[in-house]
């Protein structure tokens, strides 16, 4: 058990349609990163957060989006659900942000399977 | 320019018998980590083992060691006595200093056979 909890599991929904998948990292970690793994682009960071504020940004959709709250869990918001969106959703938490450190291992979560019908 | 490559899509290995799976790496920054993960059928992603572009010795967890070869860019991971429960696939990553995130291969789908 890495310690970092998604929810949910599994999510079934249909084009067009909105949702919500919740991240809480490890107990001490302030960064937490969301990416995306599907069969045609493999695995792709999407968004990183630091202690409730925006990092960095990777391969995100406009329709995409995330925050992180005060107490550190974070959701990943993706609306305008299209096909293609159907992947399994990653969150990872770090101790740090990174910075000059190369190390700063990330841990992940179960991951949230998406399915838009 | 791809960062990370995994040339392997698919290995076999015999209970109990060593394996190695390949990773090459392309960064022109002299500082970097590299990481392996592990992804059971269960789909979670498993952290195995680091390696820092300047620690002077491989580095071994367990059953897992990188056999990292700076000249040529590459970091092997062995993993020794090969079990059942090895059965998954294995992704390489890589992270450069002031990057967030974690650049990962194309993964290899390792098969141990009874």
């Known amino acids: 058990d890495s310690g970092v909890t998604q929810t949910p599991k599994h999510l079934i929904t249909a084009t067009g349609q909105r949702v919500t998948l919740r991240c809480s990292p490890r107990s001490g970690d302030l960064s937490v990163y969301w990416y995306q793994q599907s069969l045609d682009q493999g695995l792709q960071f999407l968004i990183h957060y630091y202690n409730g504020e925006e990092r960095a940004k990777g391969n995100i959709l406009e329709r995409f989006s995330a925050q992180q709250f005060p107490d550190l869990h974070s959701e990943l918001n993706l609306s305008s659900l299209e096909l293609g969106d159907s992947a399994l959703y990653f969150c990872?938490?770090?101790?740090?942000?990174?910075?000059?450190?190369?190390?700063?291992?990330?841990?992940f979560g179960a991951g949230t399977r998406l399915s838009v019908l | 320019a791809q960062k990370i490559t995994q040339t392997q899509p698919g290995m076999f290995v015999q209970e109990k018998e060593a394996v190695t799976l390949d990773c090459t790496y392309d960064t022109s920054d002299p500082s970097y980590g590299l990481f392996w993960y592990k992804q059971p059928s269960s789909g979670e992603m498993i952290f195995l083992i680091y390696q820092g572009s300047y620690d002077q010795q491989n580095a071994t967890e367990g059953r897992y060691s990188l056999n990292f070869q700076k000249a040529r860019k590459s970091a092997n991971l062995v993993i020794s006595a090969s079990q059942l429960g090895d059965s998954a696939m294995y992704f390489c990553?890589?992270?450069?200093?002031?990057?967030?995130?974690?650049?990962f291969g194309t993964g290899t789908r390792l098969t141990v056979i009874p």
């Open positions: 990872a938490s770090s101790k740090t942000s990174g910075g000059a450190l190369a190390k700063n291992i990330q841990y």
């Open positions: 990553a890589m992270r450069e200093p002031g990057a967030n995130n974690l650049f």
